[in-house]
């Protein structure tokens, strides 16, 4: 199982309360950043925060303040992320192209804030500080009478002020007479590394997705097909419904529900940015098993002539082995996942006709047939399910048939 870590570091109000926080690629825990891509990092730092570990959990009611190159802005990528919920920090490139003045206007019109560095100051950039809503000022690069010119400029185009690299009471007392309105550096915090547990994902399920999305004849069955087969697609979507807010009232009853709130335009994106993140290559054994127990939950449903609710049934089977891929309890999983009570209760207690449809399922995967019992079905019909189940995934999972043959069909009859 894969390790998430995510650096954040906190932006403080002069009573040293959090504003917010920066988020920071890492990838290892001496506070290391070996950047060979400037979009890979940013695309790692927001899959990591949105779809693994969780927004809420990185950065709660605060705001998150993400570094953004000038291609990620102009790739449409930052589209995936809340408008109400982040600060974009452009890393200004040494000449302003038309293009990324015009795709910041665009962003800044659609409700997203932009924040900048002290490169920003130079007189070819005033032009971009008409949309900008934060000015970043390093205090240790900077001399008193160069931040008080900084100052004023920000004060003319109407920025907020952020003093970066304040480490020192007198940084702090400084900038506080200057009227700076946040700060940041080693005098409040040092980065605090938040660590989580990585499902891997397939880059030929990622670019499979890719292309469904972009195929004109693609409907809502075809759409939710092609992200269910995937128990890491189908974790990472719920968790993003859940980071990124998506219009959700109420709680998720299935994956076509969380397809349909974000939207095909938005999965594109959200698809791109975790192909971009970098993405494994093998499918292990436990995602196997937890497709065709997911299969099999929805065939059982069938069966007993719950077809409209077939899907929750699905979601179900699926995320039953959450646990064991993240090595975190169910309920400390469930309680991120924003599910229904009915698909909760099921998932924790084996409880209504959710859950006991799951208890049949896995006692079938133990042979513990004293306990294969699914309400008024005999054993053929649930031994059927199994095997549709099974043949099934193998269709779906083409590419990985060796994996599933040699890991997943094994007759328990």
């Given at each position: 199982?894969?390790?998430?870590?995510?650096?954040?570091?906190?932006?403080?109000?002069?009573?040293?309360?959090?504003?917010?926080?920066?988020?920071?690629?890492?990838?290892?825990?001496?506070?290391?950043?070996?950047?060979?891509?400037?979009?890979e990092a940013t695309a790692q730092v927001i899959v990591n925060t949105f779809m693994e570990i969780g927004l809420q959990e990185m950065v709660g009611s605060h705001?998150?303040?993400?570094?953004?190159?000038?291609?990620?802005?102009?790739?449409?990528?930052?589209?995936?992320?809340?408008?109400?919920?982040?600060?974009?920090?452009?890393?200004?490139?040494?000449?302003?192209?038309?293009?990324?003045?015009?795709?910041?206007?665009?962003?800044?019109?659609?409700?997203?804030?932009?924040?900048?560095?002290?490169?920003?100051?130079?007189?070819?950039?005033?032009?971009?500080?008409?949309?900008?809503?934060?000015?970043?000022?390093?205090?240790?690069?900077?001399?008193?009478?160069?931040?008080?010119?900084?100052?004023?400029?920000?004060?003319?185009?109407?920025?907020?002020?952020?003093?970066?690299?304040?480490?020192?009471?007198?940084?702090?007392?400084?900038?506080?007479?200057?009227?700076?309105?946040?700060?940041?550096?080693?005098?409040?915090?040092?980065?605090?590394?938040?660590?989580?547990?990585?499902?891997?994902?397939?880059?030929?399920?990622?670019?499979?997705?890719?292309?469904?999305?972009?195929?004109?004849?693609?409907?809502?069955?075809?759409?939710?097909?092609?992200?269910?087969?995937?128990?890491?697609?189908?974790?990472?979507?719920?968790?993003?419904?859940?980071?990124?807010?998506?219009?959700?009232?109420?709680?998720?009853?299935?994956?076509?529900?969380?397809?349909v709130l974000i939207g095909i335009d938005r999965l594109k994106i959200w698809a791109s940015l975790i192909l971009f993140s970098g993405v494994e290559d093998k499918?292990?054994?436990?995602?196997?098993?937890?497709?065709?127990?997911?299969?099999?939950?929805?065939?059982?449903?069938?069966?007993?002539?719950?077809?409209?609710?077939?899907?929750?049934?699905?979601?179900?089977?699926?995320?039953?082995?959450?646990?064991?891929?993240?090595?975190?309890?169910?309920?400390?999983?469930?309680?991120?996942?924003?599910?229904?009570?009915?698909?909760?209760?099921?998932?924790?207690?084996?409880?209504?006709?959710?859950?006991?449809?799951?208890?049949?399922?896995?006692?079938?995967?133990?042979?513990?047939?004293?306990?294969?019992?699914?309400?008024?079905?005999?054993?053929?019909a649930i031994r059927n399910a199994y095997v549709r189940a099974t043949a099934w995934s193998i269709r779906t999972l083409n590419g990985f048939a060796d994996t599933?043959?040699?890991?997943?069909?094994?007759?328990?009859?």
């Amino acid at each position: 199982m894969g390790r998430v870590l995510v650096s954040r570091q906190p932006i403080c109000r002069p009573d040293r309360t959090i504003h917010g926080y920066e988020l920071l690629f890492r990838d290892d825990e001496n506070d290391r950043a070996r950047i060979r891509n400037d979009d890979e990092a940013t695309a790692q730092v927001i899959v990591n925060t949105f779809m693994e570990i969780g927004l809420q959990e990185m950065v709660g009611s605060h705001l998150a303040f993400i570094n953004v190159s000038p291609n990620f802005l102009l790739g449409d990528f930052c589209e995936a992320l809340p408008p109400d919920l982040v600060i974009l920090e452009l890393l200004v490139p040494p000449h302003l192209d038309p293009r990324l003045l015009l795709r910041v206007k665009l962003l800044v019109h659609g409700g997203y804030r932009i924040a900048v560095g002290d490169f920003a100051f130079a007189p070819k950039f005033q032009s971009l500080l008409e949309f900008v809503s934060i000015a970043k000022i390093d205090v240790h690069d900077s001399s008193s009478e160069s931040l008080k010119a900084k100052m004023a400029l920000c004060h003319r185009f109407g920025l907020k002020t952020v003093a970066e690299k304040v480490e020192t009471p007198a940084d702090f007392n400084l900038c506080k007479d200057l009227g700076f309105d946040w700060y940041q550096g080693y005098f409040f915090c040092h980065p605090q590394f938040v660590r989580g547990a990585r499902i891997p994902l397939t880059r030929l399920t990622t670019l499979r997705l890719i292309g469904k999305l972009n195929d004109p004849q693609l409907t809502i069955n075809h759409l939710e097909e092609s992200i269910r087969q995937d128990l890491s697609l189908s974790y990472k979507l719920l968790r993003y419904v859940g980071s990124a807010g998506c219009g959700l009232r109420g709680r998720v009853q299935s994956i076509r529900h969380a397809a349909v709130l974000i939207g095909i335009d938005r999965l594109k994106i959200w698809a791109s940015l975790i192909l971009f993140s970098g993405v494994e290559d093998k499918m292990k054994e436990v995602d196997v098993s937890a497709i065709v127990r997911a299969r099999m939950c929805e065939k059982l449903a069938e069966a007993m002539k719950l077809g409209d609710s077939a899907d929750q049934f699905f979601l179900v089977g699926l995320f039953s082995l959450l646990d064991t891929m993240l090595s975190r309890p169910m309920e400390e999983i469930v309680e991120s996942l924003n599910l229904t009570p009915e698909i909760t209760n099921a998932l924790l207690h084996r409880q209504g006709v959710l859950g006991s449809v799951l208890a049949c399922v896995m006692a079938y995967e133990r042979r513990d047939w004293n306990n294969v019992n699914c309400g008024t079905l005999d054993q053929e019909a649930i031994r059927n399910a199994y095997v549709r189940a099974t043949a099934w995934s193998i269709r779906t999972l083409n590419g990985f048939a060796d994996t599933l043959e040699t890991s997943a069909i094994k007759s328990r009859a």
